[in-house]
């Protein structure tokens, strides 16, 4: 995990869960910024219209009396030098800032804290070993997006390695969550073949769950996951971009969202 990953990853977790939201000032500031910002090398983010340049950097951070207790700053400060998916992970952030969406209370939970409380839910199934954390893009664009349900995170803050009591709790955690889950959003990145996510795309498409699925253009098993579903479940669009997949999972849950509102 580079620094920008590591900065910007922490920061987005909590504002999903509500444990910070940026001070009037920051917030404008990042608004303003999110304005530059854009996708690029497929890495999707939701804003259109440029680059973050140093010089919008510099602008968001000129001076001012809280600006050291900002903490995007040091997300901002180890942009320009960070990895793309880390950068990535900030333009999602920022917009989910810039659009006022403020994360419901209680609704964004992470393996291994259970859920059982009833209501909409989207489960982010796919990869985790090996790849990037996705994730946390997802559920910043689905905030970005306007959904209120509640979010159902399988990766783990940390996940000890070759511990049979935790790897049985995660698979347990999953099973549980998957089969309560109103829509299983299924995002294949390229770094890996995630063997696990494919046999739970396999079990859930065949039980007749609601999924929206999406697969990197690099996914070395997109033809398999594109043909399978052809046949076995025709209505199931495999998107090409995250946020493409974000998107069709937001439509979805929208009619769930608004009957549980009355």
């Not at 910043?140 to 390695?161: K, M, Y």
Request: glycine share 8%.
């Amino acid at each position: 995990m580079t620094e920008l990953q590591r900065l910007a990853g922490a920061l987005a977790t909590d504002y999903l869960c509500g444990q910070w939201a940026p001070d009037p000032t920051e917030e404008h500031r990042a608004r303003a910024l999110s304005l530059s910002a854009s996708a690029d090398d497929g890495l999707d983010g939701l804003a259109a219209g440029g680059v973050i340049t140093g010089e919008a950097i510099a602008d968001m951070l000129r001076p001012h009396p809280d600006l050291a207790s900002w903490r995007l700053a040091p997300v901002l400060r180890a942009y320009l030098t960070g990895d793309p998916h880390g950068q990535a992970l900030v333009r999602d952030l920022l917009d989910a800032v810039a659009g006022h969406h403020r994360p419901p209370a209680g609704r964004y939970v992470r393996s291994p804290r259970p859920y059982d409380d009833g209501g909409p839910t989207v489960f982010l199934a796919g990869g985790i070993t090996g790849c990037p954390d996705w994730q946390t893009r997802a559920a910043l664009q689905l905030r970005s997006a306007g959904v209120t349900a509640t979010i159902l995170n399988p990766r783990r803050a940390e996940f000890p390695e070759g511990d049979p009591v935790v790897a049985r709790e995660q698979i347990v955690w999953e099973y549980e969550h998957l089969a309560c889950a109103s829509v299983v959003l299924f995002w294949f990145c390229a770094e890996s073949i995630q063997p696990i996510a494919l046999y739970e795309l396999g079990a859930h498409a065949a039980r007749g769950a609601t999924i929206v699925v999406g697969a990197d253009p690099q996914y070395a098993r997109r033809l398999d996951v594109v043909e399978q579903l052809r046949h076995a479940r025709p209505d199931v669009e495999v998107h090409g971009s995250l946020t493409d997949t974000v998107r069709a999972a937001a439509a979805l849950v929208t009619p769930y969202t608004a009957s549980a509102l009355g």
